[in-house]
């Protein structure tokens, strides 16, 4: 739907160029919030910026802009005087939107003017950037194979990540799921002392139901006292205790070939270490199974 607008009734002046571009892109907006924007032209011309800067052009180039297209035409010296910016840089702006198809040059034997095209060749331009962004995404999906090709190459290294905060434990977490999804023996390790059990169940509140419902088994032993008192209960759901005293706060889990260890500090803030490496995790695995074995 178009809606035309009679620009007497709203009280616009035909020659304020700044406004025209604003009517050239009004066909979607209802009228009610069409009548508030060309009423008020300090929040026009500021949303006007803000469209543009969408398009990727610079605040200067914006401002430059806006200069040449209020003045129909003008001299680089006019630009500078109105816009407050040195002419080296208003000539190299120029250049920019001239490329974008938004400003022409006019040259006469006494002096170089710029003009604005018509606000249509925003459209113009527009369309060139999602052709653009179109082509760009057509050789990303060619260059993928190859990339994840690298990518697994260097994976294939052992690395070591850290995380600060909340979101990176939940971030190992997550890996934890997917990664063990996938395995044919869905079963992990850990070793954990129970404040930071809870701290990590608190900022995950569904890892436990994810991981059942997945199917994901685990074999937890907990460092400090014995809450359950060793129940049968808590054996058969893959839980010892080791200990009386409360440990120090951390928690290490092994899956896959991954090793996870996580800190807290007295401000009760995670810090997350993630170690990838084959021969690392199947010591701590084998280690591990030992002391289930004893307990």
């Not at 006019?106 to 950037?129: C, R, V």
């Not at 971030?171 to 404040?195: G, H, P, Q, V, W």
């Not at 014995?226 to 899956?255: D, M, R």
Request: aromatic share 8%.
């Amino acid at each position: 739907m178009t809606i035309k607008i009679n620009r007497q009734i709203i009280g616009i002046p035909a020659e304020n160029a700044v406004l025209k571009i604003v009517i050239k892109f009004i066909d979607n907006f209802a009228h009610s919030f069409i009548i508030k924007l060309f009423t008020d032209y300090p929040l026009s011309t500021k949303m006007i910026k803000k469209f543009l800067e969408k398009l990727d052009l610079t605040r200067q180039e914006i401002k430059i802009y806006l200069a040449v297209l209020n003045s129909g035409s003008a001299s680089i010296r006019k630009i500078a005087a109105e816009t407050n910016i040195n002419r080296g840089m208003v000539y190299e702006s120029l250049k920019k939107l001239a490329q974008k198809g938004l400003i022409t040059r006019s040259k006469t034997k006494k002096q170089e003017h710029f003009i604005a095209e018509d606000p249509e060749a925003i459209k113009t331009f527009l369309k060139n950037k999602i052709e653009k962004l179109a082509d760009m995404e057509n050789e990303i999906s060619a260059s993928l194979p190859r990339l994840k090709a690298f990518y697994r190459r260097v994976n294939q290294e052992p690395y070591i990540k850290i995380y600060e905060g909340a979101a990176g434990a939940k971030f190992i977490l997550e890996d934890l799921l997917k990664t063990m999804k996938k395995k044919r023996n869905k079963e992990y390790f850990a070793y954990s002392s129970s404040n930071v059990q809870k701290h990590l169940c608190k900022n995950f509140s569904d890892f436990n139901d994810r991981r059942t419902a997945a199917g994901i088994k685990a074999k937890i032993i907990i460092l400090g006292k014995n809450e359950q008192k060793k129940s049968e209960q808590s054996v058969s759901n893959g839980v010892k205790w080791l200990g009386e005293a409360n440990s120090a706060p951390a928690c290490v889990i092994i899956y896959d070939n991954k090793i996870a260890m996580f800190s807290l500090n007295k401000e009760d803030n995670l810090t997350s270490v993630l170690i990838e490496d084959p021969s690392l995790s199947a010591i701590h695995k084998a280690a591990f199974e030992k002391l289930w074995k004893s307990l």
